[in-house]
């Protein structure tokens, strides 16, 4: 069973085309199986200004990376920890390139080898030209260590 609502997927989508030609990125927080508890926070990119700030360290920029704002992922964590329903879903958008986890996604999802999330799902979503071509949605696999696709 997919993890969202239809209602919030067409959500992460309109945010999707909406950023283009960069990554939106957000987060989805609820309990499995019950879409009608979760709320969807749509995050801000803050990519461009590391990049533009450090670009020897932020080597890409929003149109091929992401970073949320540090500032609203606390909020969200406090409200993960005020409503108890956990990080459901995180999502970002892959302007002009396929639904793939990349090796950047994979980096900034783990610690030391470990999922940050490890419960999480991460829907990534594939739009060219304004318009989306595909989503994915990937897990992680704790027997092969790494990020697998879930369903479509």
Known sequence: MFPLAKDQLD???RHAVEEYPFECC???IGKAGHNDQDILFRCTN??????EMDPETFVRDARTAYNIDPKELMKILKEVD???LPIKVFYHSHPEHDAYFSEEDSRMALFDGEPVYPEANYLVVSVYN????DQALFSW???IKTFD???D
Not at 46 to 51: G, S
Request: glycine share 4%.
């Open 141 to 143: 696999n704790p027997e």
């Open 130 to 133: 304004k318009k989306i071509r």
């Open 26 to 28: 957000g987060i989805v």
């Open 11 to 13: 959500e992460i989508h």
């Open 149 to 151: 696709r879930a369903l």
């Open 82 to 84: 005020s409503k108890q």
């Open 46 to 51: 803050i990519q461009n200004k590391l990049h």
